[in-house]
């Protein structure tokens, strides 16, 4: 691990006036990214300190908004020596809340959260591991689903000695999916029985075990990411939806264009499987909407997502909202003001590459400012330009994101 800088910012008052967080909350965020960037420049709007644990090659090691930094080789899949990284960190100054940024660093914190939060009085921004599992793991998730009748598509665990019950089951088309994974990675397309016997084991040999579920044609229409933030009471204190217009892989990936809206059906749906998990912290939905108008909700990201950006654009601090209810901290909701429109420059230029809409897709691909126009990188647009060029050139990422 390598101490890189530490300054104190010249700090802004925060518009909505919600906070009650000072100088005093030292906040230590842990992995990286776009999130890094957003979460960063919402904690220090609200003069909280910022500490960051980032991977040395992170774009985000470029935010203004991070007040010490650290930089580390270390992966998290490597658990003993990146938690000792954070270790380190915490003998040497007290930190009053961990948020992690990654699905690594987010299932690594879950399992020592208990450890963390004993010996250091650190507040970590993560369920207990067993709570975390079920939402993280995306068989259990769907299988709760199917206990509790909420929408979702219909999924079963790939087992060798029962294909053709399972494919009877769900369907075809289906795609294979592991169960842990990001992104689109390992997702496959299959149309029958015999495609499926044949590629199965090699996602399977990849990715680890896997489902196969129930392909949703929308003829490429949007899908929702939907963040909540639920209380220890049951109560959800603020959401978000995020309507996403254009995406990468074009078949089903990441946000590269969205708009937050208002849509109480989703919302309530979202809370009604966080209330099964007793989910308590923030969660990020991902749920599709079939060309019927019904929704099904796909999986869970049990950590801040990087498409964050668009709830602070559109008025609500989440990450405030994390450090003020494990610190309890008195506050208000904040008030949410939709209709505003996030851009991911770096992967929509790879949409447009890939996409046949590329010309005629709304709003129009080739308006780059605008009132209610915010992008994703803000903070490190170059370096994440830079980044996302990279990455596309490397043949190993384009195969694993390649999805369906």
Avoid at 22 to 46: P, Y
Avoid at 197 to 219: A, D, H, M, P
Avoid at 307 to 318: K, P, Y
């Amino acid at each position: 691990m390598t101490f890189i800088k530490s300054w104190n910012n010249i700090f802004c008052d925060y518009p909505n006036g919600h906070s009650n967080s000072t100088m005093d909350d030292n906040i230590l965020i842990i992995g990286g990214g776009l999130q890094a960037l957003s979460v960063a420049r919402s904690l220090k709007e609200v003069k909280c300190r910022v500490i960051a644990l980032l991977h040395d090659d992170d774009y985000s090691t470029y935010s203004e908004s991070i007040d010490t930094l650290y930089t580390t080789h270390a992966s998290p899949l490597k658990g003993t020596e990146y938690l000792n990284e954070i270790l380190s960190i915490l003998d040497d100054s007290h930190m009053d809340v961990i948020i992690p940024l990654s699905d690594k660093t987010a299932e690594l914190l879950s399992i020592h959260k208990g450890m963390i939060e004993s010996k250091y009085s650190t507040k970590c921004a993560i369920p207990s591991y067993d709570v975390f599992q079920k939402a993280n793991d995306k068989w259990e998730l769907l299988n709760l689903c199917e206990q509790y009748n909420l929408p979702h598509p219909r999924t079963r665990l790939i087992k060798t000695d029962a294909l053709k019950d399972i494919a009877d089951y769900v369907g075809f088309p289906a795609l294979i999916k592991p169960n842990i994974s990001v992104g689109a990675r390992g997702i496959t397309l299959v149309r029958s029985l015999e495609e499926l016997k044949n590629k199965y084991n090699s996602v399977i040999k990849q990715y680890g075990e896997s489902t196969l579920q129930e392909y949703i044609e929308n003829g490429g229409a949007p899908y929702y990411n939907v963040m909540l933030y639920r209380n220890s009471s049951g109560e959800i204190v603020n959401s978000v939806v995020l309507k996403i217009i254009r995406y990468y892989p074009i078949n089903g990936g990441s946000s590269s264009f969205g708009i937050t809206i208002e849509c109480d059906e989703l919302v309530d749906i979202c809370k009604r499987c966080l209330d099964v998990l007793n989910w308590d912290g923030f969660a990020d939905f991902d749920v599709l909407q079939t060309t019927t108008g019904e929704f099904k909700i796909i999986e869970i990201n049990p950590r801040v997502p990087a498409s964050l950006r668009a709830a602070e654009v559109s008025g609500v601090n989440f990450p405030l909202i994390i450090v003020n209810e494990l610190l309890k901290k008195a506050y208000s909701p904040f008030i949410y003001k939709p209709n505003k429109q996030l851009r991911y420059l770096g992967l929509d230029l790879m949409w447009f590459i890939a996409s046949e809409r590329r010309f005629s897709t709304k709003p129009c691909w080739f308006k780059f400012f605008g009132k209610d126009l915010y992008y994703q990188e803000k903070g490190a647009m170059m370096a994440s330009l830079c980044s996302g060029i990279k990455k596309m050139l490397s043949p190993s990422f384009r195969k694993s994101k390649k999805g369906l």
